[in-house]
């Protein structure tokens, strides 16, 4: 769980420099941060296609996947219903509202459910270096909202990640190379898809696209 300490490091160090040194913390210094993580995110996501297309098992299977979950998500209003609420909190200014603002921002994304799998299964913690390397920048902004106590949503990060990690661990013989290989596929069209909406190229929707994922492991049951 090398990575999930990592990424709860980096928010709570964030939110530290965010309330400490909101002065610094100017628009401009934040916009262009995230400007480079989004960046980083995308080149990341084309690099998981790259690298797991050859491997595919089912070629056609990741554009059914994306078809059918961001189908699912837009009928669920899942990006709307996440927007509504952490704009409802960012009204309001108090920290415990901040904090569940964080913690949505922090654990709903494909990097952060996908990069627990990949450490518990493979030793892999790329994905959530770059979780935390995102959450940082965003922790800091967070940070210069609500102050320092925005640190606490680093321990609600680790329980959901910690959580998904020994999920995995247990599920060990469930989970196949084949069924990683094509979740890879279609995560790392999400995470390029996230990337570009950080950059603000492109404002996807990505969390409508999120029920994408679990489309390659029903397919995989299905399969035996």
Not at 27 to 44: K, Y
Not at 54 to 76: D, N, Q
Not at 145 to 168: E, H, N, R
């Amino acid at each position: 769980m090398i990575g999930t300490f990592v990424n709860v490091g980096t928010i709570v160090a964030g939110s530290l420099i965010g309330g400490l040194f909101r002065k610094v913390m100017n628009e401009e210094l934040t916009n262009s941060l995230m400007n480079v993580m989004g960046l980083a995110a995308f080149g990341l996501g084309i690099n998981a296609v790259v690298q797991n297309m050859p491997k595919s098992s089912y070629p056609v299977l990741f554009i059914v996947s994306l078809a059918a979950g961001c189908l699912i998500g837009t009928l669920l209003k899942l990006d709307e219903r996440v927007e509504r609420l952490t704009k409802r909190k960012d009204d309001s200014g108090s920290l415990g509202q901040g904090i569940v603002t964080g913690c949505l921002i922090f654990c709903i994304g494909t990097l952060s459910i996908l990069g627990p799998v990949q450490s518990a299964l493979y030793g892999d913690h790329t994905y959530l270096f770059t979780n935390a390397s995102l959450d940082f920048v965003t922790s800091m902004v967070l940070g210069t909202t609500y102050g320092v106590g925005m640190a606490l949503a680093g321990g609600i990060l680790f329980l959901w990640q910690g959580s998904i990690y020994l999920l995995t661990v247990l599920l060990g013989s469930f989970i196949t190379d084949v069924m990683m290989t094509e979740i890879s596929i279609v995560g790392g069209f999400l995470i390029a898809m996230s990337g570009l909406s950080i950059m603000k190229v492109k404002n996807f929707h990505t969390l409508n696209c999120l029920p994408a994922l679990f489309i390659p492991v029903i397919w995989c049951i299905i399969r035996g």
